[in-house]
């Protein structure tokens, strides 16, 4: 029974290692401009469950780099990220949603994806949630509450929270 243990592990483990080794070249091909290469990349550890490699290749549909530009393809990576709990795929999504770019319009879903992105402590989503109440789209317009949310971003070091919650402190 222990040596099944072991034999398990090793493979979840070389699997891991394999997957963390597409999306590091990935990363590479990505930031030398080989964005082709970035894509396949990125689309090998999407297919195989990796929502880093979605929420990325998501990325790359949506701003037409090593790829076709197109919004839907790129909501439906960003969705296939959330199904994963990834906090920059709901963050990504949660901007869809708010622009109406490949997805209908709708700023309460946009508002219930950048809460789960902050709540996962990706600090855009912070930042986005804090917009959203200051312009009172897709929830009450709350004053506080954007202050509370533009504070967790600039606590995660995001310039442009501090830079909002400096200008809402005025």
């Given at each position: 029974m222990?040596?099944?243990?072991?034999?398990?592990l090793?493979?979840?483990l070389?699997g891991?290692?394999?997957l963390?080794g597409?999306?590091?070249?990935?990363?590479k091909a990505?930031?030398?401009g080989?964005?082709q290469?970035?894509?396949?990349l990125?689309?090998?550890?999407?297919?195989?469950?990796d929502?880093?490699g979605?929420?990325?290749l998501?990325?790359?549909?949506?701003n037409?780099?090593?790829?076709?530009r197109?919004?839907?393809?790129?909501a439906?990576l960003?969705k296939k990220a959330c199904?994963?709990r990834?906090a920059?795929?709901?963050n990504?999504l949660?901007?869809?949603y708010?622009?109406?770019?490949?997805i209908?319009?709708d700023?309460?879903?946009a508002?219930?994806?950048?809460?789960?992105a902050?709540?996962?402590?990706?600090?855009?989503g912070?930042?986005n949630?804090g917009?959203?109440?200051?312009n009172?789209?897709?929830?009450?317009?709350?004053?506080?509450?954007?202050?509370?949310?533009?504070?967790?971003?600039?606590d995660?070091?995001l310039?442009?929270?501090?830079e909002?919650y400096a200008?809402?402190k005025?």
């Open positions: 222990k040596t099944v243990l072991k034999c398990l090793g493979i979840a070389f891991s290692l394999a963390a597409d999306i590091i070249e990935a990363y990505y930031e030398k080989n964005y290469e970035a894509v396949e990125y689309k090998e550890a999407c297919d195989e469950g929502t880093f979605c929420n990325n998501g990325y790359m549909y949506e037409g780099q090593g790829v076709k197109d919004y839907l393809k790129a439906e960003y199904d994963g990834d920059k795929g709901y990504n949660g901007a869809a708010s622009k109406g770019k490949g209908t319009q700023y309460f879903k508002v219930e994806l950048y809460k789960k902050c709540d996962g402590r990706d600090a855009n912070c930042n949630l917009s959203m109440y200051i009172g789209q897709g929830a009450k317009k709350d004053r506080k509450r954007a202050l509370e949310y533009y504070g967790k971003a600039c995660m070091k310039q442009n929270g501090c909002n200008k809402l005025k």
